[in-house]
T-cell receptor, first 114, second 114 residues
Framework: GDSVTQMEGPVTLSEEAFLTINCTYTATGYPSLFWYVQYPGEGLQLLLKATKADDKGSNKGFEATYRKETTSFHLEKGSVQVSDSAVYFCALSDLRTSGSRLTFGEGTQLTVNP | DGGITQSPKYLFRKEGQNVTLSCEQNLNHDAMYWYRQDPGQGLRLIYYSQIVNDFQKGDIAEGYSVSREKKESFPLTVTSAQKNPTAFYLC?????????????FGPGTRLTVT
C-alpha cells in the first residue's frame, strides 16, 4: 500500500539556518503530495502541495519539488525563523488506491533557536 | 469566515462513559474525516464520509461511531469500548470526489479519560 517516510526528528536549528526535511513516498498510482504544519496544540495547516511530477509547491518561503524519479518531496527553506518551530507532516493522496484519503508521514519536529 | 470548528477544545470524561465530539464545517465540502493523534505520532484515520448519509471505517474504527445526517456536521462518538481513548482528535474536510484532494483541519479536541 501507499506509505510516506519522513526524516527522523527532532531537528534543531539556529535562526537563519537552511532547512531540509526529507520525505520519500511509495505509491502505485500518481499521487498528489502535500506538506502540512502543526503548531503546538493546534490542528494541521496546509503549507504547500504539488499534483504532478516536477511541480514545485511554495508558500511562506518554504518550497518542495515533486520528484517522481526519486519518489521524493523534500521540504526546504532558505532561512528559518523562530516562528517556524512546529511539527511538519508530509502526506500523499493516491486516488487509485485510497480515494480521497491522505496517507501521512510520522511528522518531524522542528525547533528554531534565536 | 469559512472553516471547521470543533468543540470543545478540552474534554474530560470518566472511564466507561460515551462521549461525542463535535465537528462542523461551513466550507460546503462533501467529504469529512476524523483522525486520532497520539503524542509524538502521526495521524491515524478513524472514519470518513464522502457524502451525506454515507461513511466508511478508517484504519482504527473499533470503539468509535459516527453519523453524517447533514453535510456540514460529522460528530464522532468515542464509546466505552475504545480501550485507550485519551488522545487529540482532529476533524478535517475536503471538497470531495473529483475535486482537489487537500484536506482542511479543525483546531482539534483533546480528550482525557480517567
Amino acid at each position: 500500500g501507499d506509505s510516506v517516510t519522513q526524516m527522523e526528528g527532532p531537528v534543531t536549528l539556529s535562526e537563519e539556518a537552511f532547512l531540509t526535511i526529507n520525505c520519500t513516498y511509495t505509491a502505485t498510482g500518481y499521487p498528489s503530495l502535500f506538506w502540512y504544519v502543526q503548531y503546538p496544540g493546534e490542528g494541521l495547516q496546509l503549507l504547500l502541495k504539488a499534483t504532478k511530477a516536477d511541480d514545485k509547491g511554495s508558500n511562506k518561503g518554504f518550497e518542495a519539488t515533486y520528484r517522481k524519479e526519486t519518489t521524493s518531496f523534500h521540504l526546504e527553506k532558505g532561512s528559518v525563523q523562530v516562528s517556524d518551530s512546529a511539527v511538519y507532516f508530509c502526506a500523499l493522496s493516491d486516488l487509485r488506491t485510497s480515494g480521497s484519503r491522505l496517507t501521512f508521514g510520522e511528522g518531524t519536529q522542528l525547533t528554531v533557536n534565536p | 469566515d469559512g472553516g471547521i470548528t470543533q468543540s470543545p477544545k478540552y474534554l474530560f470524561r470518566k472511564e466507561g462513559q460515551n462521549v461525542t465530539l463535535s465537528c462542523e464545517q461551513n466550507l460546503n465540502h462533501d467529504a469529512m474525516y476524523w483522525y486520532r493523534q497520539d503524542p509524538g505520532q502521526g495521524l491515524r484515520l478513524i472514519y470518513y464520509s464522502q457524502i451525506v448519509n454515507d461513511f466508511q471505517k478508517g484504519d482504527i474504527a473499533e470503539g468509535y461511531s459516527v453519523s453524517r445526517e447533514k453535510k456540514e456536521s460529522f460528530p464522532l462518538t468515542v464509546t466505552s469500548a475504545q480501550k485507550n481513548p485519551t488522545a487529540f482528535y482532529l476533524c478535517a474536510s475536503s471538497i470531495g470526489p473529483g475535486g482537489p484532494r487537500e484536506q482542511y483541519f479543525g483546531p482539534g479536541t483533546r480528550l482525557t479519560v480517567t
